[in-house]
């Protein structure tokens, strides 16, 4: 709203006369001349499908009848120039990430369209392209066994303002229940966002509110965030799929941090985040407890974290998703917090806690990319010495514009973790041909070959189509447990394959797998072949 208002008065101010302009091509926006401004910004708003495409009938017509396309000043509170600044091409590529990065916007543009040398200004032109963000929402997967399911309703860009509306009932492996959620990524074009989240679950209520200004662009001074959210549920333990305890878990939590840009040095910017985290869990035996629960905990505490972020972003295809422009930097990224539990917070001990983060992107030539990311946890306590080593690495070689041949690693590494943050591998945490929960550990490794095709097909405008091949090994190992299994502790192997269908013009970029798998298992009861359907947003 008050950037609406700043581009209308902008305007009266400066307007140009096209008369005097010269029309340009986005590849001619290098050749400007140095300390040009901005004069008009335009808009174009594109509806969900474009009715001069072949193949469009009474669907599509209707679908953009019926949608509120994004509104003019809620894009404008998105952009991050103004008309009277000075010209930044790294601007405007910036503010193009920024609306992709809505659910409720597929696609956007940003570009210089016309030069005026008279008052040294460019004209600039915002496209963007909307998403079909209100539907019946109906989700459904199975695998192992397990159906899980979703019905209800959702707006992704409410009235086209942006703001989320979610009100569905779900039921998962873990438990059912009514979940209502109200979202704004962009108060009043503050830069704020919040989110609002009630779940009323078969073993227990949830609330969840969070009110945050990030550092929604490079160059961002200062962030806040505040996060409370308090739940309760039940948690279950598992082995070869099947269920072996159940008790109750209740947690209260509370964040707040301030940030602030401490240093830009090219393209590298350096942040301080400084922060108090409240962090209370308890456990509760019930009648269907079988074994023995974790001990509570309250590790409450203060922390200091330094992030530093170097800039490389590329418009890639075909990485993690398909027929979609992917942002991704190839840039380095890292992370580093160090907390102190306190006791005046009501922590049980003192003691310190590290979290640590270290990403990159290499493009090893024109068509093999590797993507790295490595995450060391720990947790020092009298009495306990806890650590947490992730690491993954993904090489993707695109063989031409319709294939790929990915490879991809996972290994945790785990010491004293707690008993309810086991590190499980089946389904969606690894070997797809095996059940949800099959094994169970400290530590895990995966490793993952998969073939990919991607295709110009679509399903009536509303899914596109792709296929995949995959071979998958790995194992779970470690955990000290009460309950044990000598079949198939073993080092695990799976093979699959099937098709990709992805909804191309939703604000939830579902991507449906639909797969067709085999487990290579000494566990009689396991079938030999399994369809498996899950719902992801990658490929």
């Known amino acids: 709203m008050f950037r609406s208002l700043s581009c209308l008065l902008t305007a009266v101010f400066c307007c140009t006369s096209w008369a005097d302009c010269t029309d340009i091509s986005p590849q001619s926006n290098t050749a400007l001349p140095k300390g040009v401004i901005v004069g008009n910004i335009e808009y174009q708003r594109n509806n969900v499908f474009d009715l001069n495409e072949k193949g469009t009938f009474w669907l599509h017509r209707f679908a953009n009848y019926s949608h509120i396309i994004t509104k003019e000043p809620t894009v404008q509170d998105d952009l991050l120039f103004l008309p009277g600044e000075p010209l930044s091409l790294n601007d405007l590529e910036e503010t193009e990430r920024l609306l992709r990065s809505r659910a409720y916007i597929r696609e956007a543009s940003v570009n210089v369209i016309r030069y005026c040398e008279d008052t040294q200004s460019v004209d600039v032109l915002v496209e963007t392209w909307d998403n079909w963000s209100l539907l019946p929402k109906v ?78 662009r490079l160059s961002s001074n200062w962030a806040f965030s505040l996060d409370i959210e308090q739940k309760k549920e039940e948690i279950k333990d598992y082995l070869l799929g099947d269920e072996v305890n159940l008790y109750d878990r209740k947690q209260k939590w509370f964040e707040t941090y301030a940030g602030f840009k401490i240093a830009e040095q090219g393209n590298r910017i350096h942040r301080l985040n400084v922060g108090i985290t409240l962090d209370d869990t308890k456990f509760q035996y019930i009648d269907e407890t079988q074994y023995a629960v974790p001990e509570d905990r309250n590790l409450s505490s203060v922390w200091l974290e330094y992030q530093m972020l170097q800039t490389d972003y590329k418009k890639l295809f075909n990485i993690n998703q398909f027929n979609r422009v992917e942002d991704i930097n190839l840039g380095w990224q890292a992370r580093l917090r160090i907390g102190r539990l306190q006791s005046w917070l009501s922590a049980d001990n003192p003691g ?188």
């Open 352 to 539: 310190w806690q590290l979290d640590s983060e270290l990403a990159k992107v290499w493009q090893l030539n024109s068509d093999t990319f590797l993507l790295g990311n490595s995450r060391y946890q720990a947790l020092w306590l009298k009495e306990m010495n806890q650590h947490l080593f992730s690491n993954q690495l993904q090489l993707v070689h695109q063989l031409n514009n319709s294939s790929s041949a990915v490879g991809i690693i996972n290994a945790e590494f785990g010491r004293q973790l707690f008993q309810d943050n086991a590190l499980y591998l089946g389904g969606d945490t690894g070997l797809r041909a095996f059940p949800l929960y099959y094994q169970r550990g400290d530590s895990r490794i995966v490793a993952t070959a998969e073939y990919r095709y991607f295709t110009d097909w679509t399903i009536l405008q509303l899914l596109d189509v792709g296929f995949a091949s995959f071979v998958d090994a790995g194992r779970s190992w470690g955990a000290e447990q009460d309950f044990d299994s000598n079949i198939d502790d073993g080092v695990l192997f799976g093979v699959g394959g099937g098709i990709r269908l992805l909804s191309s013009h939703s604000s939830r970029g579902t991507m449906i797998h639909i797969d067709l798998t085999h487990p290579f298992s000494d566990n009689p009861e396991l079938d030999a072949w399994q369809w498996r359907v899950t719902a992801k947003k990658r490929f």
């Open 139 to 216: 989700d459904f997967s199975s695998e192992g066994g397990e159906t899980d399911y979703s019905l209800g309703i959702a707006d992704d860009n409410l009235l086209g303002t942006g703001n989320q509306l979610q009100l569905d009932y779900a039921k998962d492996s873990e438990r059912s229940g009514y979940l209502l959620s109200f979202a704004s990524p962009n108060i009043f074009g503050t830069h704020w966002n919040t989110l609002t989240r009630y779940a009323d679950n078969s073993d227990g209520e949830s609330y969840h509110f969070t009110l945050t200004r990030p550092f929604y």
